[in-house]
Structure formats: structure tokens, C-alpha cells
């Protein structure tokens, strides 16, 4: 049987000649966790070719990490007795967790497809046993280790038994996107419960007896009133008839052990102590909500103080290699091709001139087409217009809403003879009547002018339409460049990419990108490594640096990927188009 094993194991090896490795994800490490300790353990289920870990800003592990094994069978034993066990935490404010071994799709299936062809053999149960001994005892040592510090107080107890959910979490200690949300329900809780201790003093306050006096007596101020004997309810006077048997002074009635009411100045004190606490909870919890955003704030400046200082020593040290490249600078020595090869120098700058010559050329045509197609577009425009006038105005004639200038003026003019009636005086009154006729004439183009002007019809025609922005989105997208160098030296428009689009726009791509060469994750560090990356404006070569640790050589891909995105977004905001949920690679 065991021959058979091994012949069926070197045929897997033959017909998987490249997949034998095989990368894990471990994830939910506890805090403390070295990495020594975790290729120690790794290393007990088959040989680790390598372990990587990607470290914080402030210089410590993250939580998970990546395992690859040189044998399908150490990975297959990883999954089987590491999952699921449970690490102690070795830093204060850490809580235990349980070792997270998962595979990507592709690495599953392969360790599926070879567990599946695989016979068991009793050596392999007899390995599977010793690695679990070795497993539980180092598990065992870690956890008296954790122990004894906790007793020697290099640890504190009791940041273990309270969970870390109930811990006061610091702003930094929250996810971005959750951090405003989580501090203001945090803030309603503490004022509602604020308001439930103040109505419980009131409630107190109002259940305390206050005994007042039968009668009108005086008493002095500050002190308790004095309470008789006559004012304590006596027994009915024929007591003696209903068989009345007397009680020891165990029952005595209960208003007579009722303690004495508190005074005036006792009240008033109390009031005031009152009022004290809740002015204090008051201003702790606007403190509370005061600190959250002065935090915020100096995290900003810092940055912004960070940025400009690495600008700064960018400049100091361009400024001090160029002071020194001039100290040193020789021109008999130097193997500048001005210095060496004049002409060959001259012709290369004069081929550098003609192409610069070409190109302004080029530019230069390309603006003088574009302005006369712009003045071609301006003058259809206008004659466009013009005739919707004209059919209009030739609408508006036909219902008699608009006369022609050349039409017949109809004239209202008195002919009569003056008193003479003499044919030799008709003569005379010409000039009146003359002027009579052009006054009516200026009285009638006036009426005219008063006539209200009909309103033009518009076209809003030019106006782009919902589809022509889609053509416009798609041709953009098209032109986004796919090899590496043009992406990496492509100009970014960082406005375009404010925090709020990173987060709503960009998260789900870097989730979705991240789960098609991870598979699915739990931990969200390496998700928020990227975000804060695209919001510190940093270039996509520090990414592919920050990410070849996890993805390997599949970490250029996944920048290119989402840098194309970027680019998208940075060339649609300087043509002044929102993309909504447009994305380059859908």
C-alpha cells in the first residue's frame, strides 16, 4: 500500500510539475506574535519556503500575513491543526484570537484536486500526530510564558478579562470610514445614560418622606421639626370592646422608625451637588465630542507638515548633488557629448529642433481646425435660428398678428373747403393738411412700435444630452492608456479624487480587485493600506513596493488596474464630466 501511495504521489508531482507549492493566508494573529514563533509552527507541518508579513506605519506587524509551503502536504496539514487555535496575546490591550489558515480559489482547488488523488498512508497519520504534539506543547509553552509575566507583572490582567469591546477606544483606533458613526453613537449613549442617572436621583429624591407638622408651630430655620406625642395617631377609644390584645414593641408602628426628614440645607446641598455632576458629565462629554475633531485636525496638519518637509529635503538634496556635479565639473575631462562630439551634438539638436518645429506645426493646425470648425458650428447655429425666426414671424403674419412694413397705411383726412370757397385759395391750405397726414402716420408707427414684440422660440438643441455624455464617458475611456510607463507618467488631477469618492467610488474597486488574487479576506488591513496610499497622493510606484510583499509578481497588475481607474477619473474632471459609477474596466 505504501508503494502504491508513493507511485500515485509521483504521478500528482508529474501532472502538476508547476503547482507544487502552495501559498496560505494566516490571518487573526494575536498581538505579540513574533515571527519566528509563527515559522516555528508553520515549519512543524511541512517545510515553509517563506513567510511575509506586512509591517504598520508605526513599525509593527500587521495581523496577517502570507505562508507559502514547498509541499501540497505541509499546506493540507497547516489547514487541518492550525486553524483555529487559539494564540495568547503577549502586548497590553490585545485580546486572544484564533488562527485564521484559509487558501485563495485557485490554491484550493489544486489542494483539493490532490487530496482527492491521494491515498493516506499510516506514515502520513503518524507525521499528522507528532505535528500536532509539537503544535499543543509550543501552544502550551506560549501560554505560561503569557502567564508568567502577567504574575510578574511585566503584563496587566485585567486589559484581559475585560473584552476589548468595551474598552474607550481612541479615534485612531477605529476604521475611517466607521470612525464619525461609531463617536456619535458613543456620545448619545453616554448622554442618554447621563439623563437616566439624573431622572433615578430625582426619582430618590422624590421617594424620601417629609413629615410635616399637625398644626401651625414655628421652628427654626435649618433645624427638624420636633414631632409630639399627640401628633402620633392614638388607638380608638373603645379599644377595650373589640378584644384588643396588647403587642410587644417589635409591633410598634412602622411611621415610628421612619428616619428623620432631611433639613432645608440639606436639600439645598443636595440640589447643588446634583446640579455639579450634571454640569460635569455636561462638559465631559462635550469634551468628548471637542476631541475627536481637534485630533483630527492635528493628524491633518501633520501630514500636511510631513508633505512639505519631504518636499523640502527632496530640494535640499537635488540643490546640494548639483553643487557638488559643479564643484567637481571639468570640461577637458568631461564625457558630455557638447564636449566630446560637437557635431554630432549639433545634429542631434538640430533633429530635436525639427521635431519640435513639427509638433508646434502640428498644434498649430489642429487649433486653426478647431476654430474653424468652432465659427462653421456658430454660423449654423445662427442661420438655424434665423430661419425659425422667419417661419415664425411668418406664422405670426398669417394670423394677423404681425404686419408687413410696406403695407397700406389707412389714412383718416379731411378734405372740406375752408369758409371762402374760392378755387384761387384751395391752394393754401396744402401745408396744414400735409402736416396732418404725417402727423397720423408718426401716431400709427408708434401704435405699431407699442405693440407687444412676440417672444422668440429658443433651441436648446446644443445642449448635451444624457447619451452624448455616455459617448463623450466612452470615448474617454477608451483613450485611457494600458501599458505601465504611460500610466505611471500620465499627470493626476488629486482634486478630482477628494476622500469622500475614495472612500464611496474606490473602496469596492480595491475590495474587488483585492478578492480576485486574494479570495475572500476578513482582515481589512491591507484594503485600508490602499486607501490611505490613494489619499496621501503617493505614486503608484510606492504602491507596487508596499504590495509585492503579499501579491508578489501580481502586484503590478493589480496597481495598473487601478491606477487605469484614476486616470479615468483625473481625464473626465478636466473635460468637466462626473463620471457616477461609471469604472474603466467594466
Known amino acids: 500500500m505504501q508503494a502504491l501511495a508513493q507511485q500515485q504521489q509521483q504521478m500528482q508531482f508529474m501532472q502538476h510539475p508547476m503547482q507544487k507549492s502552495a501559498t496560505l493566508f494566516v490571518g487573526s494573529i494575536s498581538g505579540g506574535i513574533t515571527d519566528a514563533f509563527l515559522n516555528e509552527i508553520l515549519g512543524h507541518c511541512g517545510k515553509v519556503k517563506s513567510f511575509k508579513r506586512l509591517i504598520t506605519p508605526a513599525n509593527k506587524p500587521q495581523g496577517f500575513g502570507f505562508a507559502e509551503f514547498e509541499e501540497p502536504d505541509a499546506a493540507l496539514r497547516a489547514l487541518e491543526l492550525l486553524n483555529g487555535v487559539e494564540l495568547p496575546a503577549l502586548e497590553d490591550g490585545c485580546a486572544n484570537k484564533k488562527l485564521l489558515i484559509k487558501a485563495d480559489e485557485k490554491t484550493k482547488h489544486f489542494l483539493d484536486a490532490y487530496a ?99 398644626g401651625p408651630k414655628t421652628r427654626e430655620w435649618g433645624k427638624a421639626p420636633v414631632t409630639s406625642a399627640s401628633n402620633i395617631a392614638k388607638p380608638p377609644h373603645n379599644y377595650a370592646k373589640s378584644g384588643f390584645v396588647k403587642g410587644d414593641e417589635s409591633n410598634a408602628p412602622e411611621f415610628l422608625s421612619t428616619p428623620a426628614p432631611k433639613t432645608d440645607e440639606e436639600l439645598e446641598n443636595d440640589r447643588k451637588e446634583a446640579r455639579r455632576k450634571e454640569e460635569e458629565n455636561s462638559f465631559k462629554d462635550r469634551e468628548r465630542r471637542y476631541e475627536p475633531r481637534e485630533r483630527q485636525r492635528i493628524q491633518a496638519i501633520e501630514r500636511g507638515i510631513t508633505r512639505e518637509q519631504a518636499e523640502r529635503d527632496a530640494q535640499d538634496r ?250 479615468f477619473e483625473s481625464m473626465a474632471y478636466n473635460d468637466g464630466i462626473l463620471t457616477e459609477k461609471m469604472l474603466v474596466d467594466e
Do not use: C
Request: hydrophobic content about 35%; proline content about 4%.
Open 318 to 567: 537635488d540643490k546640494v548633488e548639483m553643487k557638488h556635479r559643479l564643484d567637481v565639473w571639468d570640461d577637458d575631462e568631461s564625457d558630455e557629448l557638447f564636449y566630446v562630439d560637437r557635431v554630432r551634438w549639433r545634429h542631434i539638436r538640430a533633429r530635436r529642433l525639427e521635431t519640435e518645429e513639427a509638433s508646434d506645426e502640428k498644434s498649430r493646425k489642429y487649433e486653426e481646425q478647431e476654430a474653424e470648425n468652432l465659427r462653421r458650428e456658430s454660423e449654423e447655429f445662427l442661420a438655424r435660428q434665423m430661419d425659425e425666426m422667419q417661419s415664425l414671424a411668418e406664422e405670426q403674419r398669417k394670423a394677423g398678428m404681425l404686419l408687413d412694413d410696406g403695407a397700406p397705411v389707412r389714412l383718416n383726412v379731411s378734405i372740406a373747403p375752408g369758409p371762402g370757397g374760392a378755387s384761387g385759395k384751395e391752394a393754401v391750405p396744402d401745408k396744414p393738411k400735409t402736416a396732418v397726414v404725417f402727423a397720423e402716420e408718426e401716431e400709427e408707427e408708434d401704435a405699431l412700435k407699442k405693440r407687444k414684440v412676440p417672444l422668440v422660440k429658443l433651441d436648446f438643441s446644443v445642449a448635451e444630452s444624457s447619451e452624448q455624455i455616455r459617448e463623450r464617458l466612452l470615448r474617454i475611456k477608451d483613450s485611457v492608456p494600458h501599458d505601465k510607463d504611460s500610466l505611471f507618467k500620465a499627470k493626476i488631477r488629486w482634486d478630482a479624487l477628494s476622500d469622500s469618492m475614495i472612500d464611496r467610488k474606490f473602496e469596492p474597486l480595491v475590495k474587488r480587485l483585492m478578492t480576485k488574487y486574494l479570495g475572500e479576506m476578513e482582515e481589512e488591513d491591507l484594503i485600508l493600506f490602499v486607501l490611505e496610499h490613494l489619499k496621501d497622493h503617493k505614486s503608484p510606484q510606492k504602491l507596487v513596493e508596499g504590495l509585492e510583499p503579499v501579491l508578489e509578481e501580481e502586484a503590478l497588475e493589480y496597481v495598473v488596474s487601478l491606477w487605469r481607474q484614476i486616470i
Open 116 to 214: 482527492s488523488q491521494k491515498m493516506k498512508t499510516d506514515e502520513e497519520e503518524q507525521r499528522n500526530a507528532e505535528a500536532k504534539k509539537r503544535i499543543d506543547d509550543m501552544v502550551e509553552e506560549i501560554i505560561r510564558a503569557q502567564q508568567d509575566a502577567a504574575n510578574n507583572g511585566h503584563m496587566q490582567k485585567e486589559k484581559y478579562v475585560i473584552p476589548p469591546h468595551l474598552h474607550d477606544l481612541q479615534e485612531s483606533d477605529l476604521p475611517e470610514t466607521q470612525r464619525g458613526l461609531v463617536i456619535s453613537e458613543i456620545a448619545q449613549f453616554r448622554e442618554r445614560a447621563a439623563k437616566r442617572e439624573r431622572e433615578k436621583l430625582r426619582d430618590v429624591q422624590a421617594s424620601i418622606p417629609v413629615l410635616a407638622p399637625s
